[in-house]
């Protein structure tokens, strides 16, 4: 039932709720009075998804697809009513029935289909793309599991199952009669055309799965514009071989979509992960060709009318999927299917870690994906040819070749199929051409360039952030909530007193609004006078939550040892989940809520520090955390964090960035100066240069603070447990600290009281924050899509005013 105003609001609620549920608001459970709520308005962007389509058909409009096998969304109840601009209708309705709208909003869970930045970034990405009226669709997986849900319990880490499906989910609809056929091992069967002369592939005694859509609606803000997130869900097939066992081959298709593959570096669950490539990129290419053709008469002018987007080289498979569909489908020569292919998809590069890098086993795909494996072989040898004539240099051919050392290597594979190669920030790209991909960028250098990664103001300040939001408005007037540009103007008035007060007492509310956060939902206490100094992202040695807990511990052996050491009050905050089988970085998350306890139970200590460790880091709590916090760290060693997102959350809502010159932090300190954020440390190619020559054990025996803190370490300060942090220690001092966290360690501590000497001077701390806020708007996603458009997707913009 449609509506735009409260009365309508009010009749379609009533109506809606009686006729799904039997039941009248008295009678409505909270969860029935939301999925109402939710229904009504999945239907209100289900049919601007309707205008949209007809729109683009009409125009034969080229789409963008953006394929990624991660989404981190979070929730969309209050995102999708504030970009329809229902949200005060629908509150001043419920408010009319005695119903608390926050109350509805908090019975929606995360959708975590994702790990961390990748999958946040691509959910940033559709909500510019919809506002900005572009014809942009994710494509994924809808997993039944999103990311697990972490507990502490002891002080460690518990995985348990994120069941966000538990109630449904609201907003999507599912498309069986739209579903594609995937097809896993077999053999290859190869015949003779003796008609065309061509020999016929055919991929025979495969196992045969469903892929099922459900779409979700992708509302942009202020426009009718709407988007679709396809999610696919793999169920059994009619094609089932009778001489099987139905069960098993249950039992397997349902492990396809079971969960997010939590960890991008263990061994277990690669097979299942591959299967998981295939089967969404496979669904995904399918139903665009088929969309295709039922608009051109062939698939000869595919690139003109389609680019894909690969969130990194998990969707990589689409470059030989796509081939194959030509080929084998479409009776396409080689060549000419090159010739488009090549075309279609563009490239994102997320990290220049090695052992990060994805790479499979031939056998694994030869075994799954025995049509796809002859193509990608064909393509490497192909790929060979060609440098090989090029530069006739043989040690080039290995070191680019796609098939390599009985391995398929998925960036070489990406790089060779994509007409577009990019790293999210500008020294990530920059350490893409000279150091990880510097080969290929001399083959083939127009291919190569920067998209500085982005986040969506709306979600991360418009909509988390209203007071500050409110303020901004009163400032610089509302231009800016629309075009985020505009944010610029509040430079002018940051030296403003009164503005620097109202701001200071803004940061106070959105601190007390995650005091209340933690305290009803964790029963933590947290004092919204200290200082809110934040680490939240997810655990890995490189990002080095070490070092910052390394730094507590020195303060706190400082207050223990020095009666008159004195600190503006602290709360370090952290917000970190840990891969289930990376043990150090679970040992890690230990470390830190052992000091956390220690701290607790010390009168002296907790008057100065207060360590929290929020369990189960996600959306929702980001969206608390960061608004909330005075202190960004973003402490990674230099070259190795391709850009951070969370960064940009922090700077945009006022916080100042502490960190080392890495990923979108140079842009960052670029922007606001140096002067106006905290850098400290080596940077990238000072540590390059030093990885030779390192010794951890130096720092150790001549700092004495480094010995103390690292020797705590093992002398049971923060554990009863014999040993229980000797990996950490072993890490630091016998596999010499690959990541220099002790060669940080003396400049951290530096930057640290260089923070608390700012902090103390109350106006010019405001006007910093202020003065961070004012340059954000580089960072917004709108500024990246128009980017990745103006380079890459060349996709037009919908004129809104049509859609009808
Ligand atoms: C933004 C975000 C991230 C990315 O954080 P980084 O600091 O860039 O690593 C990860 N997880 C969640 C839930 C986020 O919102």
Redesign the pocket.
């Given at each position: 039932m449609f509506f735009d105003t409260k009365e309508s609001f009010k009749q379609a609620f009533v109506e809606t709720l009686r006729s799904n549920y039997g039941k009248s608001i008295e009678q409505a459970t909270d969860v029935e009075k939301f999925l109402t709520l939710a229904s009504l308005v999945k239907a209100h962007a289900n049919s601007n998804v309707y205008k949209t389509n007809t729109y683009l058909e009409k125009q034969a409009a080229k789409k963008m697809y953006y394929f990624s096998l991660e989404f981190?969304l979070?929730r969309l109840l209050t995102n999708n009513l504030m970009n329809l601009g229902l949200y005060k209708v629908v509150q001043e309705g419920l408010a009319d029935f005695g119903i608390d709208l926050n109350t509805l909003e908090d019975i929606e869970s995360d959708a975590g289909l994702g790990n961390?930045?990748l999958g946040?970034l691509a959910a940033c990405f559709l909500d510019s793309l919809a506002t900005l009226h572009l014809p942009g669709n994710g494509n994924t997986i809808r997993y039944q599991y999103g990311l697990f849900k972490q507990l502490i319990t002891n002080n460690e880490q518990v995985e348990v199952p994120d069941q966000w499906l538990r109630y449904g989910n609201a907003w999507e609809t599912r498309h069986p009669d739209e579903a594609v056929k995937v097809k896993f091992y077999g053999d290859v069967r190869i015949t003779m055309n003796y008609e065309t002369g061509r020999l016929n592939f055919e991929h025979v005694n495969a196992q045969e799965v469903l892929a099922v859509p459900y779409d979700m609606p992708v509302v942009g803000a202020d426009t009718k514009c709407t988007n679709v997130l396809r999610m696919w869900s793999a169920e059994a097939s009619d094609n089932f071989p009778a001489d099987q066992d139905f069960i098993k081959y249950l039992n397997s298709i349902n492990k396809i979509c079971l969960n997010v593959y939590p960890d991008d570096s263990t061994v277990e669950g690669k097979y299942i992960r591959i299967k998981q490539e295939y089967f969404f990129i496979a669904a995904g290419l399918g139903s665009i060709v088929r969309e295709h053709l039922k608009q051109n008469p062939n698939l000869d002018n595919f690139a003109e009318k389609v680019c894909i987007q690969l969130n990194d080289t998990h969707p990589a498979m689409s470059v030989a999927e796509l081939m194959r569909i030509f080929l084998d489908e479409y009776n396409y020569e080689w060549d000419k299917a090159w010739s488009i292919v090549s075309k279609v998809f563009a490239y994102t590069n997320h990290t220049v870690m090695q052992e990060a890098l994805e790479k499979w086993p031939v056998e694994y795909i030869r075994t799954l994906l025995p049509r796809v494996y002859t193509i990608i072989e064909e393509i490497n040898r192909r790929f060979r040819e060609t440098v090989y004539n090029q530069s006739h240099d043989r040690d080039l051919v290995e070191r680019t070749a796609i098939i390599q050392d009985n391995q398929v290597k998925m960036a070489h594979l990406s790089i060779v199929g994509s007409f577009s190669v990019n790293g999210v920030a500008k020294l990530h790209s920059k350490i893409l051409v000279e150091d990880l991909f510097r080969d290929f960028f001399n083959l083939m250098p127009e291919k190569f360039n920067n998209k500085t990664n982005g986040?969506t103001q709306r979600r991360w300040l418009l909509y988390s952030n209203p007071e500050l939001t409110n303020l901004l408005e009163k400032t610089i007037g509302p231009e800016f909530k629309h075009d985020f540009t505009q944010i610029e103007k509040l430079e002018q008035y940051i030296d403003d007193k009164k503005l620097q007060e109202a701001f200071l007492k803004v940061k106070y509310q959105r601190k007390l609004a995650l005091c209340r956060f933690l305290k009803d939902n964790y029963q933590i206490e947290v004092d919204p006078n200290s200082i809110f100094d934040t680490q939240?992202?997810?655990l890995h040695a490189y990002?080095r939550q070490l070092l910052n807990i390394l730094h507590v511990i020195y303060l706190y052996q400082r207050i223990k040892q020095y009666p008159t050491f004195t600190m503006p009050k602290t709360t370090f905050l952290f917000g970190a989940k840990a891969a289930p089988a990376y043990v150090l970085a679970k040992k890690i998350i230990k470390l830190i809520n052992c000091v956390a306890e220690k701290v607790d139970n010390d009168p002296v200590a907790s008057k100065f520090i207060k360590v929290v460790f929020i369990p189960n880091?996600?959306?929702t709590?980001?969206e608390y955390l960061m608004n909330a916090s005075d202190v960004s760290e973003?402490i990674s060693t230099a070259g190795k964090?391709a850009?951070?997102?969370?960064?940009m959350?922090f700077m945009m809502n006022g916080a100042i960035t502490l960190g080392t010159l890495d990923g979108a932090n140079v842009e960052i300190s670029e922007r606001v100066g140096l002067e106006n954020c905290e850098i400290f440390g080596l940077k990238a190619n000072e540590i390059e240069n030093m990885r030779s020559t390192y010794s951890s054990v130096d720092y150790y025996k001549q700092d004495a603070r480094i010995k103390q803190a690292v020797d705590s370490l093992l002398d049971g300060t923060f554990s009863s447990v014999q040993d229980d942090f000797i990996d950490i220690y072993n890490d630091l001092i016998i596999r010499n600290d690959e990541y220099f966290v002790l060669a940080d360690f003396a400049a951290y501590v530096k930057a640290h009281e260089h923070i608390n000497a700012l902090y103390s001077d109350r106006s010019a701390w405001a006007r910093l924050c202020l003065l961070n806020i004012a340059k954000s708007a580089y960072f917004s996603s709108d500024r990246t899509i128009l980017d990745y458009v103006r380079d890459v997707w060349h996709i037009k913009a919908i004129d809104n005013s049509k859609l009808k």
């Open positions: 981190l979070g961390g930045g946040r986040i939240a992202k997810r990002k880091y996600r959306v709590v980001a973003q964090e850009s951070g997102t969370g960064n959350k």
